[in-house]
């Protein structure tokens, strides 16, 4: 099992060796390693079991050191990193030749952040190199939202996960690259889309349903639990559907009252987005652990960080 600790200097000497180490972010946990380092790296993926075309995120300590990563920045991705980093905002720019291809799957663009976790800020502080994180989740399952989600995911498979407590935010970060010095959004995340466009104005979302070179890995299945997942905008109706099952229901802010129901989440009794949001991850966590035939979650109002929620909802659902 892996140490589960606060110590940010045990991080550092094992990072600065070659190993990896599980890391707190606002958003979800990752699974850091120098981005210098080849072995660091290929653990990454292998211990993740991502396949290498899937490129990863590269983490800073200040939106001063994006100018050792990229070669090129435009004016609204300027804008972008000065308004919400640290925060859970990545952004995909021209790397520097610097920057090593395993990290970005051989493209010439490099995805880059400032987390804002303290703990992550100030162990970014302290190393002599940035960070390259992927959520720590096995490739294909639901990205990990304490320390414990970690653990268990991943054993003996790694040494350390530096405790930061629960994550704030609960989704990964929103995604935006540029073409012709526009944004586009890659994958949405913890920015409503909302907050995005007062900043920078109108901003499209790339399409996933379409084969995106641009953005790799973001394609169908993602995000998933093991029990199958539909979602429904009305949930006693689509019980009918599954009788005799063991339903487990997830919802946004009401209690939904029938017996067929063997197990109910509530993501945010007061109606708000951003809790519902934290708490999706390890809600889905929690009723995977459930033994259930089936779990029915409810489909969110789509603007805000709604939009978000439903598209990772869809994620766990696709099949
Ligand atoms: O919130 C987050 O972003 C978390 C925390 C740990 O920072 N990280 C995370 O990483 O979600 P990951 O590896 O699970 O997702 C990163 C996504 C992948 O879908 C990858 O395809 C995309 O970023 N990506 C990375 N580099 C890219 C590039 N050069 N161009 C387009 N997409 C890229
Ligand atoms: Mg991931």
Not at 188 to 208: Q, Y
Not at 251 to 271: H, R
Not at 285 to 313: C, M, T, V, W, Y
Request: charged residues 20%; aromatic residues 6%.
């Amino acid at each position: 099992m892996p140490i589960i600790s606060k110590d940010i200097s045990k991080a550092v000497a094992l990072l600065s060796s070659e190993e990896l180490v599980a890391i707190p972010t606002e958003t979800v946990y990752g699974l850091a390693g120098n981005i210098y380092s080849e072995k660091a790296i290929k653990s990454i993926f292998e211990t993740k079991q991502r396949p290498f075309f899937n490129p990863l995120i590269v983490h800073i300590p200040s939106v001063g050191y994006l100018d050792t990563i990229v070669s090129q920045i435009p004016e609204k991705a300027r804008q972008l990193a000065n308004a919400f980093w640290p925060g859970p905002l990545t952004l995909v720019l021209p790397k520097k030749d610097t920057i090593p291809d395993l990290i970005t799957a051989g493209k010439d663009s490099v995805a880059v952040r400032v987390p804002s976790h303290p703990v992550t800020l100030e162990l970014l502080k302290q190393l002599k190199f940035p960070l390259a994180a992927p959520s720590a989740n096995p490739f294909n399952r639901i990205s990990p939202t304490t320390a414990q989600h970690v653990e268990e995911y991943f054993e003996d498979k790694i040494k350390m996960v530096l405790d930061g407590g629960p994550c704030k935010k609960g989704i990964e970060s929103t995604i935006i690259g540029f073409e012709k010095g526009n944004p586009i959004i890659y994958r949405l995340g913890s920015i409503a889309i909302e907050d995005i466009e007062a900043v920078v104005g109108k901003t499209p979302i790339k399409n996933k349903k379409e084969q995106n070179p641009d953005a790799p890995g973001m394609l169908g299945k993602h995000y998933a639990p093991s029990t199958k997942t539909v979602l429904s905008s009305n949930i006693l109706k689509e019980i009918e559907n599954y009788g005799g099952m063991r339903i487990g229901a997830l919802t946004f802010q009401s209690k939904i009252n029938s017996e067929a129901i063997s197990s109910q989440i509530v993501l945010s009794e007061i109606g708000d987005m951003s809790q519902a949001a934290s708490n999706l991850y390890d809600s889905l966590h929690q009723l995977d652990k459930l033994d259930l035939d089936i779990i029915i979650a409810e489909i969110f109002p789509n603007h805000g960080l709604g939009k978000s929620i439903n598209d990772r909802l869809q994620r766990a659902a696709h099949s």
